[in-house]
């Protein structure tokens, strides 16, 4: 298992720079940083080239990580905007290909968060968002990206809400590099019981998201880190365990996590990296 954080952490745009982030997650304790692949196509060739080589220079593994947005979504029954979806993935996984990076997580399958002031068309996002990824496997296959399809709770995301929907849309799927990917966050909302669903997933599992049930970093809240490390050991998972703490209010980030007050005890960003250097120590021992 690799142990990383996201970004998002620290900030509150997802188009945010990466790059600063790299030292600091290896200095921290992490072996992974997960980055935002929301704006990644606006990045200038040098720069990505830059985060590349920093990478590299500091030992640390990039994942990424997308809430697509309405405008890009290969669920949507607008068939152009399924044609832009498609041509931003593309994009978009090609600059991932130049950055190293083999795994993209999140609703790729729809796009997040779904705004319910809408009628809701579950079977038929589902079927759609299944041909879109489909369709996009081999093309993401042949640049060495996994395409990991984020189960999320109710509130955020309607087509898979549940460890068996996300194996269920990823098996009639039946491509090797697309994977289910689950979020503590989300599975405390929405499952009968961690290790259940974790077995559920088994080897389908591509990437795992962290968080505590309030979305502060793992080890200071009450989500039972010990089983849900004694599943993932069971399943034999060997992959990243990407915390997704979310702490402060403002900007975008802040308004599509719905963070409304300050979980993080007015932390500045000294504490902000201590506390992180703390849960990835915590998530090394109860997890790995
Ligand atoms: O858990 C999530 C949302 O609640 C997702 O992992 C990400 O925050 C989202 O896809 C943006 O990257
Ligand atoms: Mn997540």
């Known amino acids: 298992m690799k142990f990383g954080i996201y970004y998002s952490y620290?900030?509150?745009?997802?188009?945010?720079?990466?790059l600063k982030y790299v030292e600091k997650v290896a200095r921290l304790g992490f072996d992974v940083l997960e980055i935002a692949a929301h704006h990644l196509n606006g990045y200038a060739p040098a720069h990505i080239a830059e985060i590349g080589r920093a990478a590299r220079g500091n030992g640390?593994?990039?994942?990424?990580?997308?809430?697509?947005?309405?405008?890009?979504?290969l669920s949507s029954p607008d068939p152009a905007i399924r044609k832009a979806g498609r041509a931003f993935f593309e994009e978009t996984l090609g600059n991932l290909a130049k950055l190293d990076i083999h795994i993209i997580g999140g609703a790729l399958h729809s796009y997040w968060p779904i705004d319910y002031s809408k009628p809701v068309d579950k079977a038929g996002d589902r079927a759609r968002g299944l041909e879109g990824i489909s369709s996009l496997a081999d093309f993401a296959a042949g640049l060495g990206v996994n395409l990991c399809i984020e189960v999320l709770n109710r509130f955020e995301n309607h087509v898979l809400n549940t460890a068996e929907e996300g194996v269920a849309f990823v098996r009639e799927i039946g491509k090797p590099n697309v994977k289910v990917m689950l979020d503590t966050f989300h599975m405390n909302i929405e499952e009968n019981g961690f290790s259940e669903a974790i077995r559920t997933a088994g080897p389908l599992l591509g990437h795992f998201h962290t968080g505590e049930n309030n979305r502060r970093v793992p080890g200071k809240g009450r989500l039972p880190w010990h089983e849900i490390g004694s599943a993932l050991r069971e399943i034999g998972y060997g992959g990243a365990v990407v915390m997704e703490p979310f702490v402060k209010m403002g900007g975008g980030v802040g308004s599509d996590i719905k963070v409304w007050r300050d979980l993080s005890d007015d932390a500045n960003e000294a504490q902000m990296d201590e506390a992180a250097r703390q849960a990835v120590a915590f998530s090394r021992y109860v997890l790995g």
């Open 10 to 18: 620290w900030e509150r745009e997802w188009s945010a720079d990466c």
């Open 60 to 73: 640390i593994t990039l994942t990424a990580g997308l809430g697509p947005s309405p405008q890009k979504n």
